[in-house]
């Protein structure tokens, strides 16, 4: 089992910046992908960003050039820098995490943390 801890959400104007941690814990998998989705009120989970365990990165179009995801290997953590925040990126922001095991896949989520953009 892998646990995360999700960290950062919160209440921001529009324009502004939030910075969304992840810590994975448990059964850590050598190769793993880990991220975030996010689900606004009657809408469906989407994906946000992405990235494994060497570095390759992927965005949702939505967020290109104002979101930057990174992680820090050592400490199974992911950060989900988020910057010139919009009112649509109001969301339940979720991480994910991903392990890679031969041809095997496991899925993980965090409980979710809250992110408001309000003036």
């Known amino acids: 089992q892998v646990q995360l801890v999700e960290s950062g959400g919160g209440l921001v104007q529009p324009g502004g910046s939030l910075r969304l941690s992840c810590a994975a814990s448990g059964s850590i998998f050598s190769i793993n992908r880990m991220g975030w989705y996010r689900q606004a009120p009657g809408k469906e989970r989407e994906l946000v960003a992405t990235?494994?365990?060497?570095?390759?990165?992927n965005y949702a179009d939505s967020v290109k050039g104002r979101f930057t995801i990174s992680r820090d290997n050592a400490k199974n953590t992911v950060y989900l820098q988020m910057n010139s925040l919009k009112p649509e990126d109001t969301a339940v922001y979720y991480c994910?995490?991903?392990?890679?095991?031969?041809?095997?896949?496991?899925?993980?989520w965090g409980q979710g943390t809250q992110v408001t953009v309000s003036s």
């Open positions: 994910t995490y991903r392990g890679l095991r031969g041809i095997s896949e496991y899925d993980y």
């Open positions: 990235i494994t365990t060497f570095g390759p990165t």
